[in-house]
């Protein structure tokens, strides 16, 4: 393997438009791409790898696993690398055969060998089915406007909640309702892949209903909370803050991971917006910077939950809240240079590549234990390539939007 340095130490100004940083950048997510592209399988799902990228025991495939490699190898190929294509077209193929139900509409959320292993509907699933169909459209595959079409007919007529722009989240294999859970995380992805439709169609009410997603989180429950997004709602969108459901998915209290991913989405819908006056640059900025004054951790790396007065509740150190750190500094970045801002940036990328990336191998340890040691206790190998490639890609593309379109233009730089 090529000894990049994450950067000439020579260099003056930021990272992101250091050629040695940037070459790091590709390096590693070269890696990745070699690494996760071991998961397909023969019958064209993916299987879960552990740390040497072999096939850990099949537990059922699991719909936002399925979907975020295609929109990652999607990323990966207007990059400008090779092998992608059998990844998406074998992900593309699996959501419309496999993991959609043609006995009621929508997707499964997990399948295995024997078929239905869980039927449920999920909203958080569901709208990573539209990122994919989104981004596998930027690069022209063929099953893309067959899914698109399919996938927001479901969005539209089984998700929206009561004519409002945000989604509501589960549901049995047939449609039944059996819980009254509203939650953030669906409604944050369900920004992320409207946002990406918008640009597959060009159709305004995909950038409309984002923005409207965006004002209730990061500007009325963010403003209410302290620059701290509550995770969890009851049916009419009051915060719940008894909910706690499972520790890793559903954790109690706030995340500032996903304040930190929701900074990005901020800067994403309003560069597509044409970037109008306003306050959206200035909203992503209190929220990165209170993420990561909450989270940072004196020994390295973000903490995962605070409890409801800000502290910490859950101290554990997750890769992917370093990753969605790093695309909301550079986004941030991208538009004016900050010394404050450009200090985290490269903290969180040496303490990345000290503590999470596997440069032997390809990938990023998943969690760290109190030894700053990969630890297997919430996942077991390596689960997703989708937040840490974000990580390497979207600092390379010279925009805040459009990044299919902007990486394109990064081949060979």
Known sequence: MTDLRLADPGHEGSWLNDPVHRRYLRADAERQMRFFALSLRGDGGFDALDNDAQPLLRQGQELHSTTRMVHSFALASAAGFGGTEEIVDAGMRYLWTVHRDPMHGGYLWSVDENGVHDGTKLAYGHVFVLLAASSAALIGHPLAQTLMEDILTVLDTRFSDGGRALFQDEFTR???????????NANMHGTE???AAFEATGERRH????????????????????????????????????????????????????????????????????????DAVARARALVIQALSDAWREDGGLVYTLNAAGGVAIPDRYWWPVTEG????????????????????????????????????????????????????QFIGKPDIYHALQADLLPLAPGLSRSIEGLRETRGA
Do not use: C
Not at 251 to 261: F, I, R, V
Not at 360 to 367: D, K, S
């Open 174 to 184: 047939d449609w039944q309702v059996f819980s009254d859970y509203r939650g953030m």
């Open 193 to 195: 892949a409207l946002l």
């Open 207 to 278: 950038l409309d209903r984002a923005g409207d997603i965006l004002d209730f989180f990061t500007r009325t429950m963010a403003g209410e909370y302290g620059n701290r997004i509550p995770e969890h709602y009851t049916s009419d969108w009051e915060v719940d803050p008894d909910y706690s459901g499972n520790p890793m998915f559903r954790p109690a209290g706030t995340t500032p991971g996903h304040s930190l991913e929701f900074a990005r989405l901020v800067l994403h819908h309003w560069d597509l917006a044409g970037r109008p006056e306003g």
């Open 326 to 377: 790093i695309g909301a500094l550079a986004s941030l970045l991208k538009i004016s240079a900050d010394a404050k801002l450009e200090a985290w940036y490269r903290r969180l990328w040496k303490f990345a590549h000290g503590a999470l990336i596997d440069s032997e191998r390809g990938g990023w340890y998943p969690e760290l234990g109190e030894d700053g040691r990969p630890v297997s206790r």
